[in-house]
């Protein structure tokens, strides 16, 4: 498992690892993880011609045995060597209610990994008050700094895109705070230190460490502090420019939920040409005062698409979801676009539940 919280680049790791793994002759089943349905995710990753499974609808913890079914599938079919999966990046208390269940009931056929959490170096230097900045409230720095409390290994991502200093600032404060887990400083976009991370995660088995000492209240609290809007819309209009469009669509949405003070965990949009060949606007935005990203761009114009928007943000699901649909509209109306909505939902995540909760005997 890669976890880590929202945004921190499990998805781009995971597809680093399956592909280095596929290098050496390995095969790979994906599995991703969701409180609903319709993932960026999940298509980023098929589209790079994985095998993929999605988990919806909960977390693995709450929903062990679709987990447990999906390797199965995965099994089935695609054969893979190894599994790599990816939490919800809210979730926490991994190893109690999925490493060890797993290695308890299939320890015969299959070995766990070290867990990793990744990290993104600005969110982690504000959780840690190494630096200041706009964060999330008490509880949900509660759940993550729970993630951090039960990792093996911390893989400090996002190291092209920060300086020095403030990496070796915050290797610092992560082992005074968390001396259990082993350090990793890496970019899952350009490739550096990856290959370190990788081979101890394909070598190593997880350990049977102490217990994570956690009060589901709080989690549970943290975690519904979060709201989570999945959209997909239906974008038309005369020739226009899908990447100007969902840029202006980020960039409203961080605009209103800025006023509101609130912060963006994870904004995530695609808009794929309807009938189109695999071209991809792909738009991330990690903080209400980041920048969004297109990490994939259109080639040119185009008159029909479909947008698909996961937005996560510590917020009211309700006022998130209107934020969206007059940032769409806003938008859609500087290229005299018409915007219809096929499928929108927004919720908090319900209080976690694991099927198992186990401790190292
Ligand atoms: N600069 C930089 N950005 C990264 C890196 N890894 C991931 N990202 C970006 O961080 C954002 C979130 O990444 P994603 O893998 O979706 O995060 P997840 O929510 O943890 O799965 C995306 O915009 C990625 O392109 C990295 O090593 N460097
Ligand atoms: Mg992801």
Not at 49 to 60: D, L, R, S
Not at 216 to 239: F, I, K, Q, S
Not at 285 to 290: A, D, F, S
């Amino acid at each position: 498992m890669v976890g880590g919280f929202l945004g921190a680049g499990k998805t781009t790791a995971i597809l680093r690892l399956a592909e280095s793994l596929d290098r050496q002759g390995r095969r790979v089943g994906l599995i991703t993880n969701d409180q609903s349905v319709g993932l960026v995710d999940t298509a980023m990753l098929a589209a790079h011609g994985f095998p993929v499974e999605e988990i919806t609808g909960g977390c693995f913890c709450c929903r062990f045995n679709s987990l447990v079914d999906a390797a199965g599938r995965l099994a089935a079919g695609a054969r893979p060597d190894v599994f790599i999966a990816e939490p919800v990046g809210s979730c926490t208390d991994l190893r109690a209610s999925v490493s060890y269940p797993l290695r308890r009931m299939y320890g015969d056929s299959y070995a766990i990994a070290p867990l990793s959490v990744v990290v993104d170096p600005v969110r982690a230097l504000r959780a840690l008050d190494v630096e200041p900045g706009r964060s999330f409230t008490a509880k949900v720095l509660y759940v993550y700094r729970k993630q951090l409390e039960e990792a093996s290994i911390i893989a400090i991502n996002k190291i092209d895109a920060i300086e020095p200093a403030r990496i070796a600032a915050l290797t610092t404060a992560l082992r005074r705070e968390y001396p259990q887990a082993r350090l990793f400083e890496v970019s899952a976009r350009t490739g550096q230190g990856l290959d370190a991370w990788f081979d101890v995660l394909t070598r190593e088995e997880a350990t049977a460490d102490a217990d994570l000492d956690i009060d589901y209240a709080t989690y549970g609290e943290g975690e519904a502090l979060l709201g989570w809007v999945n959209a997909t819309m239906r974008v038309a209009g005369a020739d226009f420019d899908g990447n100007a469009f969902v840029r202006g669509v980020a960039i409203r949405i961080a605009r209103a939920l800025g006023d509101a003070g609130i912060e963006i965990a994870h904004l995530k949009m695609t808009l794929a040409p309807a009938g189109g060949d695999g071209d991809l606007a792909v738009l991330n935005q990690v903080r209400t005062e980041h920048a969004a990203e297109l990490s994939h761009t259109l080639d040119g114009e185009i008159s029909r698409g479909e947008l698909i928007v996961n937005l996560r943000a510590e917020g009211d699901p309700a006022r998130l979801a209107a934020a969206l649909e007059d940032a769409v509209l806003e938008a859609g109306d500087t290229q005299s676009l018409v915007v219809t909505t096929v499928h929108q939902e927004h919720f908090r995540p319900g209080r976690p539940q694991p099927t198992h909760r186990l401790t190292p005997v």
